[in-house]
C-alpha cells in the first residue's frame, strides 16, 4: 500500500513566490502580506489535511463509489466526515469574499490548496471547487438579494454547487438545449433533463445550489436565447420548514475514474416544475455562465497538476523500492540506477514543474486582474484569458503523461486496481474532457485570443518569454540550455503567427486542424518559459542550496528532453490542411 500524499511544501512555496514576481503581484501591499508568513500557515494547514483526511479516503472512494438510494445520493464512505472537516477548518473561504465571509486571501494561494485537494482525492476535490466557480458568477452577477441569501452558505460550506449545462442531446454546442424555463408569480419554472452534473446529489450537505442554463419562451435561436438560473435543491419559505424542489437525481454514471464523484443525471420539472431564480440579464446566461467556468478551467489545470505531482510521487517512491537487475557485485539494485527510469522521473518532474509555475502564474495574474485600483488591472484580464485555455488544455495533458509514465515505472505493479497509480491514470484522463474539450480549448486559443486579437497578447507573452531567456546565462553555464533554443522557438511561433494572421482568420478548415498542435506548441514554450525563471532565481541562490541546484538541473533537462517537442508541434502547424485520406476513416 502506497504511503499518503504528502504535499511539496518547498516547490509550492518556490511557485508562489515566482508567479507572485513574475506578475508584480507581490508588489500589492495586502498581497504581499498573505503571501509572506500567512501563507505558510494556509500551507501546512492544507498540507495536514490532504495527507490525514484527503488522501486515505482515495481508493475508498474508487472502491466504495457515490451510490444512488430511495432518498437520493450517498457519498462513499468517509466523505461527509472529510467534508466538515473541510469546511470547519475554512478551506471553503480561503479566497472568497470578505463580505460574504471568506477569507479574501489572493487566489494564488488557493491555486496551492486547489493542487493540493486534487493530489489527494480529485473526487472529493471537485465538489468544492463547484462551489468555488458558483460564488464567482453570483458574485457578479446575482441580485442583492440572492447574493445575500446564497453566497454566505456558499462560502462557509453549508451549501454546495453544481452547473447543469449539458443535456443528452447537447454536449459541448449548447445551441440547441430544450430545457426550458417559464415565468410565474414568484419567479421561473424549469422543465427539462440534464446530464453529467457532478456532485448533482450528495449528503454532505442537505442543500445544494444548481446553476442552470435553460431557454424561456420565445427566446432567441442557438446560444443568444440562454438565460441562467439558480435552482436550490430546498425551497425555504419565511416560518416554514424547507422543502424539497422539483429536481432530483435519477441515475448515477458509471465511469473509469473519479468514481467517488457522483456524475448524476438530473430531472427538473417532474412534478410540475423547478423553483428558480434568474441570474444575471435575460438571454445573458452564457456571459454568467463563463464567469464560473473560466474558474473552473483553472481549476482542472491545478487538480491536473496536483495528480502530476502524486503520480510523480508514487513513481519514485516505487523506484526506489523495487529491484530489478544486478551492479557488479551481483547485489539487485533498485531501478531508480536505471538511466532509462530515471529518464522517466525527471520527465514527469519537470513537466509536473512547469505546469505547477504556469498554472499559479495565470490565477496570480487573475488576481492583478481583479485589483481594480491596480494601473495593470486591464493587461492582467487580458493575459488571464489567454492563459485560461492554456493551462485547462496543457496542464491536463501533461497530469495524463504523467501518470501514463508513472504506470510504466511500475510496470505490471501499475496496471493493478489495487496499485494508487492505475486509479490515478484513469482519474487523469478526465482532465482532457471535461470543462470544455482540450480541442475547444484549442479553437478558443487561436481564434479567440490570438487571431480575433490580432496576436497582440500573444505577442506580448512571447516578449516576456525572450526576455526570459535572454537573462539565462550561456549553454555552458549550468541553467543554460534553455537560452537559445528558447529564443529560436519563440521566434518560429511568431513568424507562424503573421502568416495566420492573413490566412487563418478566414479559414475554418485551417484553424479547425492546427488548433491543437499550436496549443501544444505554445504550452512548450510557456514550460520553457516559467524554467527560465526558475533557473533565473535558482542561479541567485547559494551553492548550497539543494532545491536550486536541483532546479538549475531540471531547467537542463526540459531543455533537452522536453523543449524539442516543439519543433514537431511547429511541423504539424506548418503543414496545415491535413492531406485526402478519408478513405482511412
Known amino acids: 500500500?502506497?504511503?499518503?500524499?504528502?504535499?511539496?511544501?518547498?516547490?509550492?512555496?518556490?511557485?508562489?513566490?515566482?508567479?507572485?514576481?513574475?506578475?508584480?503581484?507581490?508588489?500589492?501591499?495586502?498581497?504581499?502580506?498573505?503571501?509572506?508568513?500567512?501563507?505558510?500557515?494556509?500551507?501546512?494547514?492544507?498540507?495536514?489535511?490532504?495527507?490525514?483526511?484527503?488522501?486515505?479516503?482515495?481508493?475508498?472512494?474508487?472502491?466504495?463509489?457515490?451510490?444512488?438510494?430511495?432518498?437520493g445520493v450517498h457519498a462513499s464512505p468517509g466523505f461527509r466526515g472529510a467534508y466538515e472537516r473541510f469546511c470547519a477548518d475554512g478551506w471553503p473561504a480561503i479566497a472568497a469574499p470578505l463580505e460574504y465571509g471568506g477569507q479574501g486571501l489572493p487566489l494564488l494561494l488557493g491555486a496551492a490548496t486547489t493542487e493540493m485537494w486534487g493530489a489527494a482525492n480529485l473526487s472529493f476535490a471537485m465538489c468544492p471547487e463547484s462551489a468555488v466557480g458558483a460564488i464567482e458568477a453570483l458574485s457578479r452577477h446575482a441580485s442583492p438579494a440572492l447574493r445575500a441569501q446564497y453566497l454566505p452558505s456558499l462560502v462557509s460550506g453549508t451549501r454546495t454547487a453544481s452547473m447543469c449545462l449539458t443535456e443528452p442531446h447537447a454536449g459541448s454546442d449548447l445551441s440547441t438545449l430544450r430545457t426550458l424555463a417559464e415565468p410565474d408569480a414568484e419567479g421561473w419554472r424549469l422543465r427539462g433533463r440534464k446530464l453529467y452534473i457532478s456532485w448533482g446529489d450528495h449528503d454532505l450537505t442537505s442543500d445544494i445550489v444548481h446553476l442552470?442554463?435553460?431557454?424561456?419562451?420565445?427566446?432567441?435561436?442557438?446560444?443568444?436565447?440562454?438565460?441562467?438560473?439558480?435552482?436550490?435543491?430546498?425551497?425555504?419559505?419565511?416560518?416554514?420548514?424547507?422543502?424539497?424542489?422539483?429536481?432530483?437525481?435519477?441515475?448515477?454514471?458509471?465511469?473509469?475514474?473519479?468514481?467517488?464523484?457522483?456524475?448524476?443525471?438530473?430531472?427538473?420539472?417532474?412534478?410540475?416544475?423547478?423553483?428558480?431564480?434568474?441570474?444575471?440579464?435575460?438571454?445573458?446566461?452564457?456571459?454568467?455562465?463563463?464567469?464560473?467556468?473560466?474558474?473552473?478551467?483553472?481549476?482542472?489545470?491545478?487538480?491536473?497538476?496536483?495528480?502530476?505531482?502524486?503520480?510523480?510521487?508514487?513513481?519514485?517512491?516505487?523506484?526506489?523500492?523495487?529491484?530489478?537487475?544486478?551492479?557488479?557485485s551481483g547485489e539487485q539494485r533498485p531501478i531508480i540506477e536505471h538511466a532509462d527510469v530515471r529518464r522517466m522521473l525527471l520527465g514527469i518532474t519537470t513537466l509536473t514543474h512547469a505546469a505547477r509555475t504556469l498554472a499559479y502564474t495565470a490565477a496570480a495574474t487573475l488576481d492583478m486582474a481583479r485589483d481594480e485600483v491596480s494601473e495593470r488591472s486591464a493587461s492582467a484580464a487580458r493575459r488571464a484569458a489567454l492563459l485560461t485555455p492554456l493551462v485547462k488544455a496543457w496542464c491536463s495533458d501533461v497530469a495524463v503523461e504523467a501518470a501514463s509514465i508513472a504506470v510504466q515505472v511500475h510496470g505490471g505493479t501499475g496496471y493493478i486496481d489495487d496499485c494508487e497509480v492505475s486509479q490515478i491514470y484513469r482519474d487523469a484522463r478526465i482532465g482532457p474532457i471535461f470543462e470544455g474539450t482540450n480541442y475547444i480549448q484549442a479553437q478558443d486559443l487561436l481564434q479567440r485570443k490570438i487571431l480575433r486579437d490580432e496576436a497582440s497578447e500573444l505577442g506580448a507573452l512571447l516578449g516576456e518569454i525572450e526576455r526570459a531567456a535572454a537573462g539565462l546565462p550561456p549553454a555552458a553555464q549550468r541553467g543554460g540550455a534553455l537560452r537559445e533554443p528558447l529564443l529560436r522557438e519563440c521566434a518560429q511561433l511568431r513568424a507562424c503567427i503573421r502568416g495566420l494572421l492573413v490566412s487563418g482568420a478566414t479559414d475554418t478548415e485551417l484553424t479547425g486542424v492546427i488548433a491543437y498542435p499550436l496549443l501544444q506548441w505554445l504550452g512548450v514554450l510557456a514550460g520553457g518559459w516559467q524554467w527560465a525563471l526558475t533557473a533565473r532565481r535558482a542561479a541567485q541562490r547559494t551553492p548550497g542550496d539543494r532545491l536550486a541546484q536541483a532546479l538549475l538541473g531540471g531547467a537542463d533537462f526540459y531543455a533537452t528532453h522536453v523543449l524539442p517537442r516543439a519543433a514537431a508541434h511547429a511541423a504539424s502547424v506548418a503543414a496545415g490542411v491535413l492531406p485526402e485520406a478519408s478513405a482511412l476513416l
Open 212 to 328: 442552470v442554463l435553460a431557454r424561456t419562451p420565445n427566446a432567441p435561436a442557438g446560444t443568444r436565447g440562454i438565460s441562467l438560473f439558480l435552482v436550490p435543491k430546498l425551497l425555504t419559505r419565511s416560518g416554514a420548514a424547507p422543502e424539497r424542489n422539483d429536481i432530483r437525481a435519477v441515475s448515477l454514471e458509471h465511469k473509469m475514474g473519479i468514481r467517488a464523484s457522483p456524475t448524476c443525471a438530473m430531472v427538473l420539472g417532474e412534478a410540475g416544475g423547478a423553483r428558480g431564480w434568474l441570474v444575471g440579464e435575460l438571454h445573458q446566461g452564457m456571459h454568467c455562465m463563463f464567469s464560473m467556468m473560466n474558474h473552473m478551467r483553472l481549476g482542472v489545470g491545478l487538480h491536473s497538476t496536483g495528480l502530476a505531482e502524486r503520480a510523480r510521487q508514487l513513481a519514485v517512491g516505487y523506484a526506489h523500492e523495487r529491484r530489478q537487475g544486478r551492479d557488479r
Open 1 to 71: 500500500m502506497s504511503q499518503p500524499y504528502e504535499a511539496p511544501l518547498a516547490l509550492l512555496r518556490w511557485a508562489i513566490e515566482q508567479a507572485a514576481s513574475s506578475t508584480g503581484l507581490d508588489e500589492s501591499a495586502p498581497h504581499a502580506e498573505a503571501l509572506g508568513d500567512i501563507a505558510d500557515g494556509v500551507l501546512a494547514g492544507a498540507a495536514r489535511l490532504a495527507r490525514e483526511v484527503l488522501s486515505p479516503l482515495n481508493a475508498v472512494g474508487d472502491a466504495e463509489p457515490a451510490h444512488l438510494g430511495a432518498e
